[in-house]
């Protein structure tokens, strides 16, 4: 079966923020690499022109990543505009017009998921949908229940193959390394197992606050925010055994068996923290009990991993922004030289934000009689920040109808099966000092290890 591109890109929320930071720099960098040659149509309830939305999509641009002046002629002789209420059957007429010739429309709903319905049921009812794609954000519900009932509010009008759920994660190129180092290499695979490996940690620090997203934060939360998708997306290319095809139903596959082995979080094993400061946040409630931080152990029940914990970490407002994951490896089975113990060296280290780093940890002996020695690091990979945005890789993937990249109804349905039993006060939530840690009772997640591995500033890059 061919796949057949799409024809127009639709963007409902046009006037919104998540169209300012991140959908119009990607279209831009799209227009520069000659893979956006169709109507660019933003529809919005807001009284605009389009001369308004290219002024706004200027700013956008300034104020991320930069104006290409050849790029930015080129987007705004492509974008169109569509203002009306997303209720009204006449919208879609307007979108119809607006899309001229083009049958084949991806649109991207970058708007309140409680308007879903209604907008695909508009389209559906306009003739706009049949060979269309829509794109949805995350968080793709708020627990297991609310992700069913979208699943299908969407399959009215979608089938499956033409829905793209969008976690900008996947897109980064640091994660995408992940999955080719660790099926492209075969000194892997012999260990990446309970047997040698001891523990896994994911941290995603971020060390500003909510960002003037106070309302938005303050119904959703870190769990729900970025571990229930970011992080058990990465915990899933870490994990998952190699797809059996090349295909992306084959990997989508994996990843399924994967996100359904994970046990549902127990309670026990979350602490949630909120920083100080955050009640005072514009649109946070006075009373709120939502986390800004979460610290959790998550068990897989395979042979592979039966045993070994992984713990994940994140929160706002801590020492520095980096997402980091470090794999532990077990300690060698004699300690031969006594300076060893009980410590081991050795691990991989995968920094996926914002510097690309992959690197092993071993130990060498220092010059000199005495067997002591002393721990290295192994660069793999070291850059900077990567170039390509992940929204833009998306957004192509998209348009061409390429699901690798995107998640799945099941594959989101397992990953809110494993959250849902420690979603809203199943924990009690203790404030944190910002600039620190997160509450000091996160000590308690990784207790009988290490204890946590703390992203430190990324040296420069070794020449
Ligand atoms: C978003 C979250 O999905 O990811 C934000 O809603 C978070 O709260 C952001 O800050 C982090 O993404 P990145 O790419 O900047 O690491």
């Keep these: 079966m061919t796949i057949s591109s799409s024809d127009a890109f639709v963007f409902f929320g046009a006037t919104g923020d998540l169209a300012h930071k991140k959908i119009f720099p990607a279209l831009q960098a799209m227009i520069r690499r000659g893979e956006l040659d169709m109507p660019v149509i933003g529809m919005a309830r807001a009284g605009w022109t389009v001369d308004k939305l290219r002024e706004r999509a200027r700013d956008s ?5 930069g104006v290409d002046a050849d790029a930015f002629v080129r987007l705004s002789a492509q974008l169109k505009y569509v203002d ?33 319905g209604t907008v695909v049921q508009g389209l559906a009812n306009a003739g706009c949908a049949k060979e269309g794609r829509v794109i949805v954000e995350k968080p793709f519900g708020r627990d297991l229940a609310s992700a069913q009932a979208l699943n299908r509010t969407l399959h009215e009008v979608f089938q499956e193959s033409e829905v793209f759920r969008i976690d900008h994660y996947l897109g ?37 606050g909510v960002q003037g997203r106070g309302a938005f934060y303050d119904e959703v939360g870190t769990i729900r925010d970025v571990v229930q998708n970011h992080l058990l997306q990465v915990i899933a290319l870490l994990a998952m055994d190699a797809p059996a ?9 994996e990843k399924l068996r994967l996100f359904r082995a994970m046990r549902p979080l127990d309670p026990a094993q979350v602490v949630r923290g909120q920083f100080r400061g955050y009640r005072d946040e514009a649109g946070v409630a006075a009373d709120s009990r939502v986390e800004t931080f979460a610290a959790l152990c998550l068990h897989i029940d395979t042979w592979r991993w039966a045993g070994v914990p992984f713990y994940i970490r994140a929160g706002k407002c801590l020492p520095i922004t980096a997402t980091e994951v470090v794999v532990d490896l077990k300690c060698p089975p004699l300690a031969i030289f006594d300076e060893i113990s009980p410590a081991t060296s050795n691990y991989f280290r995968f920094r996926l934000s914002p510097e690309v780093v992959i690197s092993a940890g071993a130990r060498v002996k220092q010059p000199g009689e005495e067997m002591r020695g002393e721990p290295v690091e192994l660069i793999a990979r070291h850059e900077p920040r990567s170039k390509k945005l992940p929204y833009e890789r998306l957004l192509r993937d998209a348009i061409r109808g390429d699901p690798s990249l995107f998640t799945r109804d099941d594959s989101v349905e397992a990953a809110w099966r494993v959250i849902d039993p420690v979603l809203g006060d199943a924990e009690p939530v203790s404030e944190y000092e910002p600039g620190s840690w997160g509450p000091a009772t996160a000590a308690r997640i990784v207790s009988g290890d290490e204890g946590w591995h703390d992203p430190k500033p990324e040296e420069t890059a070794p020449c």
């Excluded at 006449?90 to 970058?110: C, D, F, M, V």
């Excluded at 095809?245 to 596959?253: I, Y």
């Design 172 to 208: 980064k190129e640091a994660v995408q390394n992940l999955l080719y180092f660790r099926f492209a290499n075969t000194f892997l695979d012999p260990i990446w197992n309970r047997h040698y490996v001891d523990n896994v940690q994911i941290t995603m620090a971020e060390s500003f």
């Design 245 to 253: 095809g090349r295909d992306p139903e084959s990997m989508r596959a």
């Design 61 to 65: 641009l300034e104020q991320n990543g």
């Design 84 to 116: 009306g209420d997303y209720r009204d059957p006449a919208t879609y007429e307007s979108l119809k017009q607006a899309l001229g010739g083009a049958a084949r429309p991806l649109n991207y709903l970058a708007i309140s998921p409680s308007m879903f």
